[in-house]
């Protein structure tokens, strides 16, 4: 989208430059990409105009630009003589969309370019050089150079295709004041043609037929507006159709009203119908392209192109205007099918405003009539062009709710209302209906991103950093888990938010949520859970020659396809060896105790039991173990099952950890202080006589549950006893609280070797 800035003054008061625009533009949501302001051609006067000497029709003149020093130009226009007061393009002046510069012509130096009318954009005279009058001031600027704005549309904001919405926002954004336009209403006029809608695709259409019109060039303001944003001035006629595509958004078309047969129909059009568009292409069409017709056949293909047969010319007397709401939805599938795209469909496609139709047709013909006469001989319209009924019901509150942020009731109100928004606060839920422009607001998150955009970010960050004191304690935890893996020398890996169906159902039970239109037939699903992205880059890893790696995920899952059912997972993948070959010693692969090491950090201290039982699909039966905290799975780590291990075609060892919902893991910033006892540690070794198949785990899980005061406990000895049972020796650490007696320490040791006998079933060794 381009615009100018004096086209932009015509709707927003201000005095602040071009750049403050941009900047103000890009920070509220439009991205400015570039912001032209060209150098104006000057009057100069030919000093002196000598034939060139390997040339026979080039002058190398001597001309006075002003600036009290002769400047050199090569020149090849025949009217070039001493005296003549003409047009000079300086270097860096961008003429015909070229940039001139310093240069030699048949080895002479040209220090600029004298213009034709033609290529300053204010006439068609191409015969030679402008011929200024004698008194024009030398040195001054022969058209008014603007400044041109250039910007990136989002496909979520058509209201920015029209020059008065980018003025609006940026009256809201407090850089001016908002000029509302004084449009002319659409008064309707008998006369001999009607329009008939014969598709629901259409919604709205005005017809406005204007006879004995001279075509004539349009005014300055509206040549030079179309010429600095790329679009060659014509006529009259023409170019107010272009001029107020941009102006309002609102597509329009012209027909020569003596090539039309009768009344105009909005149909679709028949399969294999053909059609042959203003630059002679020939469509053939199918039954869901929407047309425009006569009796005599098809005029334009609805909201893309004109047609050959109807089109205006230099020798038209008589238009027919059409100011149209077309469906956006048959307007892109039209175009993308022809393979044509237009400014028209651009916007069509987006969606419109649909209250426009009427006003941008009378706007048009004001335009026409002023430089081209003529007089309304019939003004029809058809449809209906009022906006949908859109009313959300808005809470402020929700909007705290949404971003942690407090905004003032009144602020929120005063930029709803200046964004166009029409607002009904009476009550405590808000009843809020958008600009018709915006078609994109339909639910409050919408209205919350606008209030938002228009506050500042900046504004924001500042605000609720002096609010709470902090930034966001769910966010700094997710930050504390990363540094916490960065530490034990993981890399952080980001994957899609997709999964594979075939994958996801080898590596776990989950639901999947399918996806009805994937980007590609690999991601058909919404992940579940992080491993398979982390697999598929051990993966490629491993194909490439990298099987050492060391990752972690930090990522949202999905547990269904409603808003809401979502939450963070933590996956950790060790793979290879341990560290790099090295002639100290000897290397070894990562097992799962490395892994099993990784969750106990980030566990900080939690109580927890280990379980072996109902390993999951992705793990090894016999290498696999979950943290559990009653009978709730905090955590879980193991080897990757081998079936799935050549399914994903991985060679080396793989170990995995698991945090599925990281609201398990302790966050460290909210943990109390920890005050370092007065008292000596006591430390007491216990060895206990267990079934073989017993875990280390489940005995000093036992133990440790026997007294708040055991801090720590180590498995220092386990070996078989040949009959069916082990022995198993561990130490504990006690951090007393108080001064403890003789009989307080035996009080603990029973209550210890109570724990375990009861809870796993063993004894007591006594040698």
């Not at 047609?307 to 469906?327: P, V």
């Not at 808000?430 to 970010?457: M, N």
């Not at 379980?611 to 879980?636: C, F, N, V």
Request: aromatic share 6%; charged share 25%; proline share 4%.
């Amino acid at each position: 989208m381009k615009w100018t800035l004096d086209w932009l003054n015509e709707y927003l008061k201000t005095d602040v430059n071009a750049d403050v625009i941009s900047d103000t533009l890009t920070r509220i949501g439009l991205e400015v990409e570039d912001v032209i302001s060209p150098i104006s051609p000057i009057a100069a006067k030919i000093v002196e105009c000598k034939p060139h000497e390997n040339s026979d029709h080039l002058h190398v003149l001597m001309v006075d630009d002003g600036t009290g020093t002769l400047r050199q130009v090569v020149c090849g226009a025949p009217n070039a003589r001493a005296g003549l007061i003409s047009a000079l393009a300086l270097p860096g002046c961008v003429i015909g969309g070229h940039e001139i510069t310093s240069g030699k012509l048949r080895g002479v130096v040209s220090n600029g370019m004298m213009c034709s009318a033609l290529e300053l954009g204010i006439g068609d005279d191409h015969s030679g050089i402008i011929e200024l009058p004698s008194d024009t001031k030398i040195g001054s600027p022969i058209v008014d150079a603007k400044t041109v704005f250039d910007a990136g549309i989002t496909p979520n904001r058509p209201d920015y295709l029209a020059v008065r919405g980018i003025a609006r926002d940026l009256a809201a954004a407090g850089i001016g004041e908002y000029i509302a336009p004084n449009d002319p209403e659409f008064k309707p006029v008998s006369g001999t043609r009607s329009v008939k809608i014969a598709t629901d695709k259409c919604r709205a259409y005005k017809m406005v037929e204007i006879h004995g019109i001279k075509i004539a060039p349009s005014n300055k303001t509206i040549s030079s507006r179309l010429a600095a944003i790329g679009i060659n001035p014509k006529n009259a006629a023409i170019d107010a159709t272009n001029y107020i595509c941009y102006d309002m958004a609102q597509p329009m078309h012209c027909f020569d009203a003596d090539e039309v047969n009768g009344d105009i129909v909005v149909r679709m059009a028949e399969h294999g119908e053909k059609f042959t568009d203003l630059f002679g292409a020939e469509h053939e069409l199918t039954d869901s392209d929407m047309v425009i017709s006569d009796a005599a056949g098809i005029l334009a293909l609805a909201g893309v192109i004109g047609g050959a047969r109807g089109s205006t010319t230099e020798n038209t007397k008589n238009i027919i205007l059409e100011s149209a709401y077309f469906d956006p939805v048959s307007v892109r599938k039209s175009a993308k099918r022809h393979g044509v795209s237009t400014d028209s469909s651009y916007r069509y496609e987006r969606g419109i405003d649909p209250t426009i139709t009427g006003i941008a047709a009378m706007r048009a013909t004001e335009i026409i009539m002023h430089e081209c006469g003529g007089k309304i001989v019939g003004a029809f319209a058809a449809g209906i062009d009022t906006a949908p009924d859109i009313t959300i019901e808005y809470s402020p509150d929700y909007f705290l709710k949404k971003t942690g942020i407090e905004m003032d009731l009144d602020i929120q109100r005063e930029i709803l209302v200046s964004l166009g928004y029409t607002v009904d606060y009476s009550k405590a839920i808000w009843r809020v209906k958008p600009h018709a422009s915006r078609v994109d607001v339909e639910i409050p998150e919408t209205i919350i991103a606008d209030l938002l955009r228009i506050y500042g970010y900046d504004k924001i960050a500042s605000a609720h950093k002096h609010t709470t004191g902090e930034i966001c304690t769910h966010d700094m935890n997710e930050i504390n888990i990363k540094n916490q893996m960065a530490s034990r020398g993981l890399n952080e890996c980001r994957s899609f938010g997709f999964g594979n169906c075939e994958i996801e159902k080898l590596l776990s039970d989950k639901e999947n949520i399918l996806i009805s239109n994937p980007i590609t037939s690999d991601y058909d699903t919404m992940r579940n859970g992080l491993l398979y992205g982390l697999l598929m880059a051990v993966s490629n890893n491993e194909k490439r020659g990298y099987p050492d790696l060391n990752l972690f995920e930090l990522g949202t899952v999905f547990d269904g396809d409603m808003p809401g059912a979502q939450h963070t997972s933590l996956c950790i993948v060790r793979t290879g060896s341990v560290s790099p070959k090295h002639w100290t010693g000897r290397n070894r692969n990562v097992d799962v105790y490395d892994i099993k090491s990784d969750l106990i950090a980030l566990m900080a201290g939690q109580r927890f039991t280990v379980s072996t039982d109902d390993a999951p699909r992705w793990a090894h039966p016999y290498r696999y173990a979950a943290l559990m905290q009653g009978k709730k799975k905090i955590a879980e780590f193991g080897e990757l099952h081998p079936s799935v291990a050549k399914k994903l075609r991985i060679k080396t060892n793989v170990v995995i950890a698991i945090v599925d919902d990281i609201v398990n893991i302790p966050n460290k910033r909210s943990s109390r202080n920890v005050t370092l006892s007065e008292f000596q540690p006591i430390s007491r070794d216990f060895a206990f006589i267990v079934d073989a198949d017993t875990p280390a785990e489940k005995l000093t899980s036992a133990a440790r549950s026997a007294d708040s005061r055991i801090t720590d406990i180590v498995v220092f000895d386990a070996f078989d006893l040949n009959d069916g049972n082990k022995s198993i020796a561990f130490t504990i650490t006690i951090q007393p609280t108080d001064n403890m007696s003789d009989a307080d320490l035996i009080a603990l040791q029973n209550a210890v070797i109570s724990a375990v006998e009861k809870k796993c079933n063993a004894k007591i060794r006594d040698k």
